[in-house]
């Protein structure tokens, strides 16, 4: 199965939120913690990636719903599979059996709906998630010279994610949600160098930033098209945007980005901006009818949603997308 064929072909899909349809089944701390965690010696409520560990049958049931929603491509569960994440539940011993762990459980989901029907392969991205700490700014506002943390500590740290992401099985490695590309870059090169190193097939790489504001720039202050020649190095199948906007706020970014990218585009949008008890109002058939503007424009490679997305909304988004043609990669003139 080769993803590059497929997005000659078509507009691929991929999947929503994953924490909105956590949410859903009400889970209380015992449910977190199964009975293998049950004497932990912290709460570990919120911890959604220990999930794929204690509660597998949840996850996989999620991702078949976005699958049976029409995606093309789902995450795993992993946004903060890492052991610095990790480190606010005590569980960094855990990460790469997390990583595993949701790797083999969306590798399942996708591979019985591909045995379904053959003519549609569904993809599984091993989703490398930002980080709580970052590298270009400072956490402590009388410092600004101080770091938490260290490229070689994100590396390191990013590189066992790779290991067990592959482990369980990923198409693609997704860095993604990215604010700091410092960050990325660790992330980046912690996947080069894993595949260097065990002398494995190098998965694609797809890259998904995030624009945080009107100003069109990320949290550590590059404006899109900085971003984009940052990255670029990587060779990557795709460089989209996700989170922090709606569809309609991030319409202009993913023109931009239409317009420079010598790869395939992809763009997730939330589901609006969060109402004033932080949840996201914007019905399906909306966030379909803005994606289907992008694609008539030829904006968009892959398409899909994260915060606030369920699979209705990938639902009216695959419909939307089925008679629409793919962004044709544009032929750049290299320039100084």
């Known amino acids: 199965m080769d993803i590059r064929k497929e997005l000659e072909k078509r507009i691929l899909i991929i999947d929503g939120a994953m924490g909105t349809m956590i949410q859903r089944y009400k889970l209380e701390e015992a449910d977190y913690r199964g009975e293998r ?33 029409g995606a093309d491509i789902i995450e ?67 410092n600004p010279g101080f770091r938490a943390l260290t490229f070689d500590e994100a590396m390191t740290a ?6 067990g992401l592959v482990e369980g099985g990923v198409d693609i490695i997704l860095i993604e ?17 894993f595949f260097q190193d065990t002398q494995k097939p190098e998965l694609p790489i797809m890259i998904s930033g995030t624009i945080t504001d009107a100003s069109g720039r990320t949290l550590s202050g590059q404006t899109l098209e900085a971003f984009y020649t940052s990255v670029f190095h990587a060779k990557p199948l795709s460089i989209g945007l996700n989170c ?33 008890m932080g949840e996201y109002d914007e019905q399906p058939e909306e966030t379909a009818h803005f994606i289907e503007e992008w694609a008539q424009q030829g ?19 695959a419909d939307h997308m089925k008679k629409l043609a793919p962004r044709r990669l544009p032929i750049l003139e290299a320039a100084l």
């Open 37 to 69: 965690f049950k004497d932990w010696h912290l709460d570990v409520k919120g911890n959604n990636d220990l999930l794929c560990i204690t509660q597998p049958q949840i996850i996989e049931e999620i991702h078949s719903q976005y699958l049976a929603a």
């Open 76 to 142: 795993t569960n992993t946004f903060s599979s890492t052991t610095i994440a990790m480190a606010d539940y005590e569980m960094q011993e855990l990460a790469y059996e997390m990583n595993v762990a949701a790797g083999r459980c969306a590798r399942r989901a996708a591979d019985k709906y591909t045995q379904l029907d053959p003519s549609k392969p569904r993809f599984v991205a091993g989703a490398i998630g930002p980080l709580n700490k970052t590298l270009s700014l400072s956490p402590d506002v009388n």
């Open 158 to 163: 990013y590189y066992e994610q790779v290991k």
């Open 177 to 193: 949600t990215i604010f700091d590309t410092l960050n990325a870059k660790a992330a980046i090169y912690a996947t080069k160098k």
């Open 244 to 276: 922090a906007l709606g569809a309609a706020e991030m319409r202009p970014h993913i023109e931009e980005l239409s317009q420079i990218a010598a790869c395939y585009t992809s763009a997730y949008p939330n589901a609006g901006l969060p109402n004033a």
């Open 299 to 317: 904006f968009v490679n892959i398409v899909g949603g994260c915060c606030g997305t369920t699979p209705d909304h990938i639902r009216h988004i």
